[in-house]
T-cell receptor, first 111, second 113 residues
Framework: QKEVEQNSGPLSVPEGAIASLNCTYS??????FFWYRQYSGKSPELIMS????GDKEDGRFTAQLNKASQYVSLLIRDSQPSDSATYLC???????????FGIGTKLQVIP | DAGVIQSPRHEVTEMGQEVTLRCKPI?????LFWYRQTMMRGLELLIY????????DSGMPEDRFSAKMPNASFSTLKIQPSEPRDSAVYFC???????????FGPGTRLTVT
């Protein structure tokens, strides 16, 4: 079982719709959770961090964490073509606070 | 503030040659990470330093790979000898504190022919 799992996609949504990206993790003791956006040919860019159960909102982005079910999700409201990118889920766990990334979900926003 | 700095941005070399990638983390950050990214395997953690000490090098693929962090502001990743299968984008990232977010450099695109 992979430590951090994401559907690789592509996930296609029409412009203006809500995009929902999901991530599950295997280590129940995981402590910190992040979403990164990566445009083709660029480096990953942090867009959201979440540390406790519940929702965290930042502009059009909402991160949701459910530690009991071991999943973290990212909602993008009013999706724009500029949101088309690969979204990477990252989790910190273990005694060394190691960071593990998922494979990433490719999002396509269709104008 | 300057972000994570990597050099070179592109490297093309022949099989068997030594390759050295360089990274300068964000000032004040105490953890540094080296990653390799390919289409097939995604983003793989190679090695992780905390306070200049290697903490986890389980991702280093084989003895051809080595990494050093002689001080808080500089790290190198060396591949000797290089092979075509080492072709990938290599990212360096740094963070402050054990539980917080990382910031990535622009990456080095390595091509081994």
């Amino acid at each position: 079982q992979k430590e951090v799992e994401q559907n690789s996609g592509p996930l296609s949504v029409p412009e203006g719709a809500i995009a929902s990206l999901n991530c599950t993790y295997s280590d129940r003791g995981s402590q910190s959770f992040f979403w990164y956006r990566q445009y083709s040919g660029k480096s990953p860019e942090l867009i959201m961090s979440i540390y406790s159960n519940g929702d965290k909102e930042d502009g059009r982005f909402t991160a949701q964490l459910n530690k009991a079910s071991q999943y973290v999700s990212l909602l993008i409201r009013d999706s724009q073509p500029s949101d088309s990118a690969t979204y990477l889920c990252a989790v910190i766990s273990g005694g060394y606070q190691k960071v593990t990334f998922g494979i990433g979900t490719k999002l396509q926003v269709i104008p | 503030d300057a972000g994570v700095i990597q050099s070179p941005r592109h490297e093309v070399t022949e099989m068997g040659q030594e390759v050295t990638l360089r990274c300068k983390p964000i000032s004040g950050h105490n953890s540094l990470f080296w990653y390799r990214q390919t289409m097939m395997r995604g983003l793989e953690l190679l090695i992780y330093f905390n306070n200049n000490v290697p903490i986890d090098d389980s991702g280093m693929p084989e003895d051809r790979f080595s990494a050093k962090m002689p001080n808080a502001s500089f790290s190198t990743l060396k591949i000797q000898p290089s092979e075509p299968r080492d072709s990938a984008v290599y990212f360096c990232a740094s963070r402050y504190g054990q539980l917080y977010e990382q910031y990535f450099g622009p990456g080095t695109r390595l091509t081994v022919t």
